[in-house]
């Protein structure tokens, strides 16, 4: 958790440099996309990197924020915009974004802890449940 700021730092330069195709995730064997949501206050496009546990078609993501007390601001800005785009290696998708809850937020929480099992010391870190996402494509 100490060394978020790095990575997320080092993550954006990789993005950049690479044009999306390479990030610190990707580099470590695991799946990452990069989300864009409408900002809740601003309007504006707000885009972050972030690991993803791909089930089926869909797109599963938590919102630990780094076992930080707060949700991060890319799940407060889905809640109110729940229409936002991936990119896979640079390539864009459309997505609508689900929060999950109660039975379905329950499995779907087993699924991730087996997934990364790092969610539940980011969990205990926090001292809150971490909400989830499902990001499904747009039918086009």
């Avoid at 990707?26 to 900002?39: E, F, K, N, Q």
């Avoid at 546990?53 to 993501?61: A, K, N, S």
């Avoid at 936002?84 to 640079?90: D, F, S």
């Amino acid at each position: 958790m100490r060394t978020a700021r790095f990575v997320v730092w080092a993550d954006k330069k990789l993005h950049r440099a690479f044009g999306g195709r390479v990030s610190l995730v990707a580099l470590a064997g695991l799946p990452s996309l990069r989300l864009t949501t409408t900002g809740r206050k601003s309007g504006l496009p707000r885009s972050t990197n972030l690991l993803y546990f791909p089930r089926g078609d869909d797109f599963v993501l938590t919102a630990s924020n780094w076992g930080r007390p707060h949700d991060p601001a890319w799940a407060l800005n889905l809640r109110a915009h729940p229409k936002a785009g991936i990119a896979l290696a640079g390539r864009p998708i459309e997505v609508v974004a689900r929060e999950l809850t109660g039975e379905e937020y329950d499995r779907m929480w087993a699924e991730l802890l087996a997934f990364w099992p790092g969610y539940a010391m980011e969990r205990k870190e926090a001292g809150r449940s971490l909400p989830v996402f499902v990001l499904a494509r747009v039918a086009r």
